[in-house]
Antibody, heavy 117, light 107 residues
């Protein structure tokens, strides 16, 4: 069974940093691109980034470019999201999701990031 | 960026009703359109990909159609477990934008 488990969320002050992790199991992690998607409280889904199978090719939303960095460790079947220079509008549940040739077929349960002073 | 819109933003329906949700892209996306279902406090779940392909395990009362800029998600006979929010997403080009969602609740 495919499982994705995010961790690392929490309360952080504006301008602060946080590192999210996504632990994958139940599939060959290195064979799949992975995505991050976020959802602000009471709002719709927002695509954040896509990272290739090797981790060498990364795309991200303009709203996070230059502040968020994305990486993966295929040996550990893990995905990472480093959030820097956080703003109130970054408050959201962050989901990792497996990318399958054009769609996101498996999602984690999400981890909540709250940016507030 | 490709903008996605959905209509209606919400609807009330009864068990057994046929429900149709529309999604429109700001430019042609061929058939690179996916539908997700999300229940409160839960992660989204893939229902349909490539506009009309049913994801494994999804009941056949769900169907999708469309191409280009206009797409529809149809629930043939609404069941109690279908009350949720439905979102479309284009995967034609990055950023992979989502629609704002359509909330389906009980009439």
């Amino acid at each position: 069974e495919v499982q994705l488990v995010e961790s690392g969320g929490g309360l952080v002050k504006p301008g602060g940093s946080l590192r999210l992790s996504c632990a994958a199991s139940g599939f060959t992690f290195s064979s799949y691109s992975m995505n991050w998607v976020r959802q602000a409280p009471g709002k719709g889904l927002e695509w954040v980034s896509s990272i290739s199978r090797s981790g060498n090719y990364i795309e991200s939303a303009d709203s996070v470019k230059g502040r968020f960095t994305f990486s993966r460790d295929n040996a550990k079947s893990s995905l990472y999201l480093q959030l820097n220079s956080l703003r109130a509008e970054d408050t959201a549940i962050y989901y990792c999701a497996r990318y399958q040739e054009g769609y996101l077929d498996s999602w984690g349960q999400g981890t909540l990031v709250t940016v507030s002073s | 960026d490709i903008q996605m819109t959905q209509s209606p933003s919400s609807l009330s329906a009864s068990v057994g009703d046929r429900v149709t949700i529309t999604c429109r892209a700001s430019q042609s996306i061929s058939r690179y359109l996916n539908w997700y279902q999300q229940k409160p406090g839960k992660a989204p779940k893939l229902l349909i990909y490539d506009a009309s392909t049913l994801q494994s395990g999804v009941p056949s009362r769900f169907s999708g159609s469309g191409s280009g800029t206009d797409f529809t998600l149809t629930i043939g006979s609404l069941q109690p477990e279908d009350f949720a929010t439905y979102s479309c997403q284009q995967s034609y080009s990055i950023p992979f934008t989502f629609g704002p969602g359509t909330k389906v609740d009980i009439k």
